[in-house]
């Protein structure tokens, strides 16, 4: 029986060497996206070679995991720091630790809806009020959305509360070549806050979006500055209209596009423990946090940490572009 060199957690046999020779095991987890990396510890600090070859895994699977890791704060910056420049966010969840500034704490039930005069519950069905419109890329309305996140789990519920995240270049290529080439030429303007469902009245969250507000034209198919894929650049929670077209034409075609973005077999879903870390490439993936956990009332507190990105490149060669609140490289 012969065995598809396809089968090996890489497509580059160099790349699976380098894996092997120091003792990094890269085992997949899904057909399109997700690997899981043994044999390292991250807090002990990674050499060269480990970096290169956790590096590789990401780029070939989009969201590679880590479990049973005992990183710290520090631990956890100074792993980000060897992939990139984490981002320090100016406003960040009242949990999040003050002598870290890289790193944004979630803590349920501490969370953002609690300022805006509802539950945090309530804010996140007004805001995730259907199927797709939870999928997001993060910060996906800047201009330079980062390239990166690493969470690490701390506290995690017993069931319940597992993340979903897609690959957005798999999504792209089994589109039909006609309409693959059709929506290359397409731009859509992604906005912090669209189909945000108001409460009735005065809704202290509108008033909020409306004071920062914060949208880019991003290309819908995006070329990924490191591995030239392309990607189908949308989601359910910022796009807002693709530019050019009518609303119906836009709403049909994005609903279409998100659709195929989601597919089960584009996704893979990790069940979370303490000591859990999940690095993903946010210029090739959305995901989906989790809706079911909140009603059981387990504590889940789950440490980001952010890469600085680029500004998007669409398969035109023509990049992203500002709209408003948004700056490169000023968080
Ligand atoms: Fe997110």
Redesign the pocket.
């Not at 060497?17 to 990396?37: D, F, L, N, S």
């Not at 590096?55 to 699977?61: D, E, M, N, Y």
């Given at each position: 029986m012969t065995t598809d060199s396809r089968a090996t957690p890489f497509d580059d046999p160099t790349a699976e060497e380098a894996a092997q020779a120091v003792g990094v095991e890269v085992r997949p987890v899904a057909g399109h996206i997700g690997a899981e990396i043994g044999g390292v510890d991250l807090a002990a600090g990674l050499d060269d070679a480990r970096v290169a070859v956790i590096r590789a895994a990401l780029l070939r699977w989009k969201v590679v995991f880590f479990r049973g890791q005992r990183l710290d704060h520090a631990g956890h910056v100074a792993f980000a720091r060897r992939f990139g420049e984490p981002v320090v966010l100016r406003g960040r969840g009242s949990a999040s630790p003050a002598d870290f500034p890289e790193i944004e704490t979630t803590a349920d039930r501490l969370e953002l809806g609690g300022r805006f005069g509802m539950e945090h519950e309530e804010w996140l069905r007004r805001r995730r009020h259907t199927l797709l419109r939870g999928w997001?890329c993060?910060h996906g309305a800047r201009v330079d959305p980062p390239a990166a996140?690493i969470l690490r789990a701390e506290t995690v519920p017993p069931y319940g509360g597992d993340t979903t995240w897609s690959n957005l270049a798999a999504a792209y290529a089994g589109l039909s070549a006609p309409v693959r080439e059709f929506v290359a030429g397409l731009r859509a303007e992604h906005r912090l806050g669209v189909g945000y469902q108001p409460r009735p009245g005065d809704d202290a969250y509108v008033r909020h979006l409306l004071d920062h507000q914060v949208a880019s034209v991003h290309p819908l198919v995006r070329v990924h500055p490191e591995t030239g894929e392309r990607v189908l650049y949308v989601n359910g929670y910022y796009v807002e209209q693709i530019t050019d077209l009518s609303r119906a034409e836009s709403r049909a075609i994005l609903d279409m596009l998100l659709e195929e973005a989601t597919r089960p077999e584009y996704t893979v879903r990790f069940r979370w423990e303490p000591g859990s870390v999940a690095f993903w490439d946010n210029r090739a993936t959305i995901?989906l946090?989790p809706s079911d956990n909140a009603h059981l009332g387990f504590p889940r507190t789950m440490h980001r940490v952010m890469l600085t990105g680029d500004i998007p490149v669409g398969a035109d060669g023509r990049p992203s572009a500002p709209v408003t609140g948004t700056e490169p490289g000023r968080w």
């Amino acid at each position: 029986m012969t065995t598809d060199s396809r089968a090996t957690p890489f497509d580059d046999p160099t790349a699976e060497e380098a894996a092997q020779a120091v003792g990094v095991e890269v085992r997949p987890v899904a057909g399109h996206i997700g690997a899981e990396i043994g044999g390292v510890d991250l807090a002990a600090g990674l050499d060269d070679a480990r970096v290169a070859v956790i590096r590789a895994a990401l780029l070939r699977w989009k969201v590679v995991f880590f479990r049973g890791q005992r990183l710290d704060h520090a631990g956890h910056v100074a792993f980000a720091r060897r992939f990139g420049e984490p981002v320090v966010l100016r406003g960040r969840g009242s949990a999040s630790p003050a002598d870290f500034p890289e790193i944004e704490t979630t803590a349920d039930r501490l969370e953002l809806g609690g300022r805006f005069g509802m539950e945090h519950e309530e804010w996140l069905r007004r805001r995730r009020h259907t199927l797709l419109r939870g999928w997001h890329c993060d910060h996906g309305a800047r201009v330079d959305p980062p390239a990166a996140t690493i969470l690490r789990a701390e506290t995690v519920p017993p069931y319940g509360g597992d993340t979903t995240w897609s690959n957005l270049a798999a999504a792209y290529a089994g589109l039909s070549a006609p309409v693959r080439e059709f929506v290359a030429g397409l731009r859509a303007e992604h906005r912090l806050g669209v189909g945000y469902q108001p409460r009735p009245g005065d809704d202290a969250y509108v008033r909020h979006l409306l004071d920062h507000q914060v949208a880019s034209v991003h290309p819908l198919v995006r070329v990924h500055p490191e591995t030239g894929e392309r990607v189908l650049y949308v989601n359910g929670y910022y796009v807002e209209q693709i530019t050019d077209l009518s609303r119906a034409e836009s709403r049909a075609i994005l609903d279409m596009l998100l659709e195929e973005a989601t597919r089960p077999e584009y996704t893979v879903r990790f069940r979370w423990e303490p000591g859990s870390v999940a690095f993903w490439d946010n210029r090739a993936t959305i995901h989906l946090a989790p809706s079911d956990n909140a009603h059981l009332g387990f504590p889940r507190t789950m440490h980001r940490v952010m890469l600085t990105g680029d500004i998007p490149v669409g398969a035109d060669g023509r990049p992203s572009a500002p709209v408003t609140g948004t700056e490169p490289g000023r968080w």
